[in-house]
Structure formats: structure tokens, C-alpha cells
């Protein structure tokens, strides 16, 4: 069963890490992806995160639950942050562990592509001339129909 958590403090990538490998030994390969704030052309100020709570866990449990029914998991890891978050900050973790590579690999991507389209979170970006919520993009769209 994957861990997960939405919440406002930053996370530790080693300790998830060590906690889902927990003695596990049939891990043979364990894949992790940081999505921080970045800043392209020095104008951003900060990000804020909005989420509808317990809607935003749940639909984050059944995207989990989908990558653990299509790849064989040993364990899986998908944290977001919400609140105000400033560039460099990281905003989102997955971890996905598996007995080999190419399954840790893909369900990871697997995860991020539809934790972009289907959670429930809305980004607000604040420069210094004003802030203005940030629209769905049609690459993540694109992204998730590989999987479909």
C-alpha cells in the first residue's frame, strides 16, 4: 500500500526513501523524482498551493493504486506539498521501488503524469508585478494519453 501525504512542511527524500525500503529485500531498484519551484527568467516571487482536503488524498491513493495494479511494486511514495512555496522549494515527491528498473522507472512517470492531470490542486504564481492562477497545461495532457 503506498504512503501518502499532502502537506505544508518540506520532506527529507533520504528518510522516504529508508522507510520504504524498511528491510525490504526484494527491492532491486527504488526511483525518486523532486518536482521543485523554478524560476525560468528571475521574475517569480513565490507559488502558492491550494488542494481540496481529503478529495486531493484520495484521488492521490487511487493513482497510486493503478501503479501498483500495472507494475509490480514493493513499495510507493507520493508526497505534495501545499501552502506558500518559494523557487527552489520542492513541492512534490514520488518514490517507486521495485525488484527491477524498468517498473520503479515507469511508475513513476506513470505517477507524476497523472498526478498532474487528475489531483486536485491549484497553483497561484506571484511575481512582483502581481500574481495570476496557473492554467492546466496541454503538454500534461499529452503526456497522460501514452498511458491510456
Not at 533520504?14 to 526484494?26: D, G, P, V, Y
Not at 498551493?49 to 493513482?63: D, F, S, V
Not at 511514495?77 to 527491477?100: E, M, Q, W
Amino acid at each position: 500500500m503506498a504512503f501518502i501525504s499532502v502537506q505544508e512542511n518540506d520532506f527529507d527524500i533520504t528518510q522516504e526513501i529508508t522507510r520504504l525500503k524498511n528491510s525490504n529485500h526484494a527491492i532491486g531498484a527504488v526511483v525518486s523524482f523532486t518536482g521543485t519551484v523554478r524560476d525560468i527568467g528571475g521574475i517569480l516571487t513565490s507559488m502558492e498551493l491550494e488542494h481540496y482536503p481529503g478529495m486531493t488524498e484520495k484521488e492521490l491513493e487511487r493513482i497510486a493504486l493503478h501503479a501498483e495494479e500495472r507494475w509490480p511494486l514493493e513499495g510507493c511514495c507520493v508526497i505534495h506539498r501545499y501552502g506558500k512555496l518559494y523557487p527552489g522549494d520542492n513541492i512534490v515527491l514520488v518514490i517507486t521501488a521495485s525488484a527491477h528498473r524498468s517498473a520503479a522507472f515507469e511508475a513513476a512517470e506513470y505517477l507524476m503524469d497523472f498526478l498532474k492531470t487528475r489531483a486536485t490542486f491549484w497553483k497561484k504564481e506571484t511575481t512582483h508585478t502581481g500574481g495570476k492562477w496557473v492554467d492546466a497545461k496541454e503538454a500534461d495532457d499529452d503526456a497522460l494519453k501514452r498511458w491510456q
